[in-house]
């Protein structure tokens, strides 16, 4: 079953803007991931952040947890045509049960 | 590093035939490797999670005789989908995790459209 739900579910945006996605996940975890993935490819892994994070930055993304609403948020700060793709949250919950759970994703437009 | 391979890219089969999809670890050894799928415009939905010497342990609600995996080595696991029919025809994608990582690592593959006529 799915255990994140992204939103929006898509969102467009020009070139420079920035872009914040949300992902709402149902139970506890140990970590949760942000993915990319372009059409018709394979997913590409952005950023990891744990349980006990509030906050992450890699580059241009920044990605926040609050496990008291089970809500994450990714930013992608002066977005580029090249950051059009679907963008993925998924959930682990730790210890031997390392499945990872993915949200439903956001489809990410940057116009030129 | 950690690349992950699938083959074929595509393949299209006939109605009734089976297919026989690889992924494979290039350059780390996976005990564990996942196999998903994906439909068009929706998210991945996880199938199975196959590890080396055992038996798949497959999600609810998938078949384990109609989706055949083998893990034999610790960079090879293969998906098998069998007398394939076009309500099969998805993305199917695979990861591994390595075996001296963390367990929550896992390496996407590229993917591999299946197409059942």
């Known amino acids: 079953s799915q255990q994140g739900e992204e939103d929006p579910q898509a969102l467009s945006i020009q070139e420079g803007e920035n872009a914040t996605m949300n992902c709402s996940y149902k139970t506890s975890i140990n970590n949760l991931q942000w993915y990319r993935q372009n059409s018709g490819r394979g997913l590409v892994h952005l950023i990891l952040?744990?349980?006990?994070?509030r906050e992450k930055h890699s580059g241009r993304l920044r990605v926040t947890l609050d496990t008291s609403k089970k809500s994450s948020s990714l930013l992608i700060t002066a977005s580029r045509a090249a950051d059009t793709a679907s963008y993925f949250c998924?959930?682990?919950?730790?210890?031997?049960?390392?499945?990872?759970?993915f949200g439903k994703g956001t489809l990410l437009t940057v116009n030129p | 590093g950690a690349v992950v391979s699938q083959h074929p890219s595509r393949v299209i089969c006939k109605s009734g035939t089976s297919v026989k999809i690889e992924c494979r670890s290039l350059?780390?050894?996976?005990?564990?490797m996942f196999w998903y799928r994906q439909f068009p415009k929706q998210s991945l939905m996880l199938m199975a999670t196959?590890?080396?010497?055992?038996?798949?342990?497959?999600e609810q609600g998938v078949e384990k005789d109609k989706f055949l995996i083998n893990h034999a080595s610790l960079t090879l696991s293969t998906l098998t989908v069998t007398s394939a029919h076009p309500e099969d025809s998805s993305f199917y994608i695979c990861s591994a995790s390595p075996t001296s990582g963390r367990n929550y690592e896992q390496y996407f593959g590229p993917g591999t459209r299946l197409t059942v006529t």
């Open positions: 952040i744990r349980s006990n994070e």
């Open positions: 196959s590890n080396e010497g055992s038996k798949a342990t497959y």
């Open positions: 998924a959930t682990d919950v730790g210890g031997s049960n390392y499945k990872l759970t």
């Open positions: 350059d780390f050894q996976a005990t564990t």
